[in-house]
Every structure is written in C-alpha cells, then in structure tokens.
C-alpha cells in the first residue's frame, strides 16, 4: 500500500527555468508533509515543509503546495540551478497523533540541464 | 557530533552471514528511525524509536531484522542469515521531535550480499 507517491520517477529541466515536482498521498489522516533532497552517496536533507493548516509555504527558491481536497502536493524551483540536480522525497506524516514515522515517497531524479 | 553518524559506510558480506549495521543519532534526539533504499527503489521505512516507548517496528521485513537503541542513543540494526534480496542502503535519520517532523539522515550503509 502506496501511500505517498510520486508518479514520475525522473524530470529534465533547463537551467533558469521553473521545476515542478509532484506528490500525492492517500492518507487523510496525513498533516505534515516534507520534501529531502538527495544527491548520490549521501543521506537525504530536509528541503522545505508544510504544515495542512497552510496551502502554501515559501523558502527563497523553493515553494511547496498543498491542495488537501486533492490529496496532492508539490515542490516549485525557480529558477532551476544545475546544483539542483538530485533526487527529490516527498514524505507525509500524522504529526497531530504524535510519535509517527515519515512515510515516504519513491523519488524524482530531477535533472537540470545548462 | 555535528550529524548522524552510520557505520560502516559500506559493507560486503557472504549470503548467510550476520551484519550489524550501527547508527549515531544527533545528541538529544528522541526520534530514531531506520529506513532503506533498494535499488531504484524509494525510501521504504523499517523501525522507529521514540524515547521510552515501545518502539514502531511494523516496518521490518521478516524476523531476520531486528533493532535496538541503547541509552536513547545508539542504535543497531541486526540483520541475521543475510539474503542478496537484503542488499541496500541503510539509512539512518534522527529527529528532536516525536511527531514525525524534520529528521536528519546520516549518510548510509551501503550493504552488499554476495
């Protein structure tokens, strides 16, 4: 059962230009949802989050959506820089329960091309 | 120390062989979790410590996997009687908090069964 999916497993962008990732999810229950970044032969790192009170929550470059009647979420990049190229997580948890795992999806390799 | 810590960075083991893969969290973390990432595959979640409390392992493949933390710190993950299906990266993450949110990943364990 997958609950956080990412339908496209790879994505080329041009340099300057906006990267959109998609996520969807199918656990109401979810009420905090993250993006990691990963690039080869490291551990992922935190990119950005949302809290299900927000639609929408901004850091510089990065901007995450949230449409909860979708059950959908996604990650904006603009603009696109080469350094940018990694696979990108989404993950969702049930935070308001308390003590929940992150459940995560299987990955977009996002590819900026100069 | 700064991150979390995983060691060893890689292992090679015969099919067969115990491995014990070991993790140190970012000191005053509560959360631990143990995830993996096979081949292509996303980041499927294995075990979660929090604290005190029982700890969640309804993500462990079979009862070859098993984990423990010592003092809320430490972790280790067993693998017994390895199979080549149990190659992967092994990775760790720590939280400061028990609700799901930010985790830090260490860097991996990347296990090969030959």
């Known amino acids: ?114 | 120390g700064a991150g979390v810590s995983q060691s060893p960075s890689n292992k090679v083991t015969e099919k067969g062989k115990d491995v014990e893969l070991r993790c140190d969290p970012i000191s005053g973390h509560t959360a631990l979790y143990w995830y993996r990432q096979s081949l292509g595959q996303g980041l499927e979640f294995l075990i979660y410590f929090q604290g005190n409390s029982a700890p969640d392992k309804s993500g462990l493949p079979s009862d070859r996997f098993s984990a423990e933390r010592t003092g809320g710190s430490v972790s280790t993950l067993t693998i017994q009687r390895t199979q080549q299906e149990d190659s992967a990266v092994y990775l760790c993450a720590s939280s400061p908090y028990g609700t799901g949110k930010k985790a830090f990943f260490g860097q991996g364990t990347r296990l090969t069964v030959v």
């Open chain 1, 1 to 114: 059962d997958q609950q956080v999916k990412q339908n496209s497993p790879s994505l080329s962008v041009q340099e300057g230009r906006i990267s959109i990732l998609n996520c969807d999810y199918t656990n109401s229950m979810f009420d905090y949802f993250l993006w990691y970044k990963k690039y080869p032969a490291e551990g992922p790192t935190f990119l950005i989050s949302i809290s299900s009170i927000k639609d929408k929550n901004e850091d510089g470059r990065f901007t995450v959506f949230l449409n909860k009647s979708a059950k959908h979420l996604s990650l904006h990049i603009v603009p696109s820089q080469p350094g940018d190229s990694a696979v990108y997580f989404c993950a969702a948890s049930n935070a308001g329960q308390g003590a929940q795992k992150l459940v995560f999806g299987q990955g977009t390799r996002l590819t900026i091309n100069p």
